[in-house]
């Protein structure tokens, strides 16, 4: 249950594939930093809780985010990060919050409105970590919504895999979580975090025709927000991961998974036809 390997994004796979992952990621931002291709995009970390037994270590890497080492080195210059939770874990009050508060860190929390109050509704292992962790209630949301920090975003009202249902049962999810947010924080919502991170352009439509203006999957890329694009990318983020994976992923090292597992897909699929 308080496992590394079950927590954390890169280690789910064992400890061979992370190790590469880690290799590769120092090779990758070799080349950013020769390159210096993504100087001027973001890096967006997706979280989801927070245990107590992981505030430390969270407080260790916000405290990472600030840092700079001496005048003249560009070694570990983060390019911008910003910080986002997904499904509002009421664990975020005690063990998040105060750290974004300590450091002033603003944050969107992604908050599943028809599922405040209890534990997570949606499916989901009962091994899983945060199978019995508790999300906010209403009155702890509205309250969290008054700092000036924490922006509270939409992740539909019921936490569905979007690709799995209907074009009128997505665009019910999708509009009636955000009047609901709305109604309940008394301010706009145009932020949404897409459950499981799974999409397709059907689900991107309805969003953008139901009022959002900012997506977040969990494609891992940077974000460059002078484009104007609507899909923002994240990277999923845990206070498990090591130190210097925490650090290489700010710096946008990790950024070749994307293409990578674009690459993995294709050869699958193509796989699987060869065999019918």
Known sequence: MNSSVTRGPYARHGILVR??????????????????????????????????????RFQEQMIRLGKRLKKGSKFWAFPSVRITFDDAFENLLENAVPVLDRYQIPAVIFAVPGNLGRRPGWAISPEHPEASESIMTSDQLVTLSRNSLVSIGSHTLTHPDLTAISSDQVRAELLDSKRQLETLLGCPVEDLALPHGRYNDDVLTIAQDVGY????????RPVDFESNDTIMGRFSMSPDVWKYEFMLTCAGAYVWLSPWRWFIRRVRNLIIRSRK
């Not at 390159?35 to 927070?50: E, V």
């Open 19 to 56: 190790i590469s992952y880690f290799l590769c990621a120092w090779i990758s931002w070799l080349l950013i930093e020769i390159s210096s291709l993504f100087s001027r995009k973001t890096i967006i970390l997706c979280y989801h809780g927070i245990a107590s037994d992981q505030a430390g």
């Open 213 to 220: 203006k900012r997506i977040y999957t969990l494609d891992p």
